[in-house]
């Protein structure tokens, strides 16, 4: 089965319908990774532009977002990286407010048994992260 590394502009104009045009194309290539004639692959990163397209120019709420990319994710023909961290960062960004590449930073850390640094108390401090601040 051919794998395609599948981009965010793809995704985004399946998921908003806009434009039409494009929209029915990208319609037509998730029913094919739905069928098994392709298998569509999502880096992480995509997922992080995704998010932040959502959010900064179609306005969407963290839940508006978690409400359609974590089904987005259990999709058949949809190969998600790291998706486990990347559902939780989505539901951690609803649940508490804070950044998603936050959230995916705090949950990676805990993963890797690592501590994370930076600047943003706020959002660090409602995550499940050891953080620091840099001296």
């Not at 037509?28 to 098994?36: N, P």
């Not at 532009?49 to 259990?74: N, Q």
């Amino acid at each position: 089965m051919k794998r395609l590394r599948v981009d965010a502009n793809v995704l985004l104009r399946f998921l908003t319908g806009e434009p039409e045009s494009l929209a029915q194309r990208a319609a037509r290539l998730i029913r094919r990774a739905e069928a098994g004639e392709v298998l569509l692959v999502l880096s992480p990163l995509v997922v992080a532009e995704m998010v932040w397209v959502l959010k900064s120019f179609y306005r969407r709420s963290a839940g508006e977002i978690a409400e359609v990319l974590i089904p987005l994710f259990a999709s058949d023909g949809l190969e998600v990286k790291d998706r486990e961290i990347l559902v939780g960062a989505l539901e951690l960004a609803r649940d508490k407010n804070v950044d998603f590449v936050d959230a995916v930073l705090a949950l990676e850390s805990v993963r890797d048994q690592e501590t994370v640094c930076s600047f943003d108390e706020t959002d660090f401090r409602r995550l499940p992260a050891t953080w620091m601040s840099p001296d």
